[in-house]
């Protein structure tokens, strides 16, 4: 038993609004507008988002990853292609993103199918990370069962002399995925739970942007 009472925890949305007529035709501009905002507000890790995917048979899982790159293509985050989630992409390429950025009262949905980033993209990106993450991708066979905290210690001993020249290349295990939105929804908190939300939906032509009810 727990003495948490969670009902009682509870708060309104005043910060702002959202209205059709202020958006932008463009969801990736306007994703990049809200993201500015965030930053502005000092939002802890405003990159961070919540991916969740499934398995073939559509049993799901979600985990957070860092967004570390967003273009008119959709939007990149890097990983072990072996982890599980590498392995439900592979299997069943679609998923989808959530970001919260509670400080600002806002929440950004994705969802669209997703691909593997060009060798070169995960390479520029890699040569960019410090050299311990880059040995660390080198150590972790992500998501596989390990028999202790030693087993990665002595892993780690290892691949450290390997590369103790300090050139380590990009494992060919690890990189990016990019997931190209069919649909980006838009919500900001609004008193009484009663919530702005837009929808833009990818068509031939462009996007359709809709208003859902809260
Ligand atoms: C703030 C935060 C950021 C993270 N960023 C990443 C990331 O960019 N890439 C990644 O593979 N895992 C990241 N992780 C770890 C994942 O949440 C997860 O534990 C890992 O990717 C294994 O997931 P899987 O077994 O479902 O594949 C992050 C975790 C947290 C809490």
Known sequence: MTNLDLAVL?????LASLSETHVDADPIR???????????????????????TATSDGVPSAR??????????????????????????????????????????????VSGAVSRVMAAESEAYYRSRPLGS???????HQSSVIASRAEIEERWQAVSQRFADGDVPLPPHWGGY???????????GRPNRLHDRLRYERTSSGWTISRLSP
Do not use: H
């Open 10 to 14: 509870r708060r309104d949305y005043a």
């Open 30 to 52: 306007q994703f990049e507008a809200w993201f500015a905002d965030a930053l502005a507000a000092q939002v802890l890790e405003p990159n961070a988002m919540t991916l969740a």
């Open 64 to 109: 957070i990853v860092l967004l570390k790159g967003i273009d008119a293509g959709g939007f990149v985050f890097f990983t072990d292609y072996r982890s599980r989630k590498g392995a439900e992409l592979a299997e069943n390429p679609l998923a989808a993103l959530v970001f919260l950025w509670k400080e600002i009262e806002r929440q950004v949905r």
């Open 134 to 140: 880059r040995l660390g991708a080198w150590v972790s």
């Open 178 to 188: 990019r997931v190209m939105p069919d649909e980006i929804e838009f919500w900001q």
